[in-house]
């Protein structure tokens, strides 16, 4: 059972926890955490969603997940990334990109989305996989991100986001 802090529509702690499951099937607003990892050769890294999962298998997305009850966004983060590819971080090297408000295009996710940026010196081998989460890992350029965004493509999630042209620019500042 994985608890989840209730917001209110600005972003502020209730008071209140509600399970993972109760926080959709309500459309609670509660925190997620996201993060865009980018390689030395500027490639971003991209996960596939486990075929088994509820929300939005088989689709591309970048890593992240929920921000679980007292739990410190940057330490949901680290989390995050440490269950979903193996790879350790040190918070002191995530660099928030922007906390986004967002209603989800399914109706059933009001998120406080925060945004990470990493670097990282990691090959697709280096990474450890955890199969129940993630079915693949790929690196994809900025021009493949925009191409996807640009066209809509029904195989990856972020396109769909109203802050994904944000993101972009963030890191065509910064790979």
Known sequence: MELLDVLDE?????GRVEEKDVIHEKALWHKEVDVWIVNEQGKILIQKRAAT???APNKWISTGGHVKS???V???MVREIKEEIGMDCKK???HLILIAKHRSWRGDNNVFRY???YRTEKQ???FIIEKREVSELKYISIQE???IVENKDENYLFWREEYIQDVIHYLKKNI
């Open 10 to 14: 600005e972003g502020n702690e209730t």
């Open 53 to 55: 999962k509820k929300q």
């Open 70 to 72: 007292g739990e410190d």
């Open 74 to 76: 940057k330490e949901a």
């Open 92 to 94: 002191e090297n995530l």
């Open 115 to 117: 945004l990470y940026f």
């Open 124 to 126: 697709l081998q280096d």
């Open 145 to 147: 991100l925009e191409h």
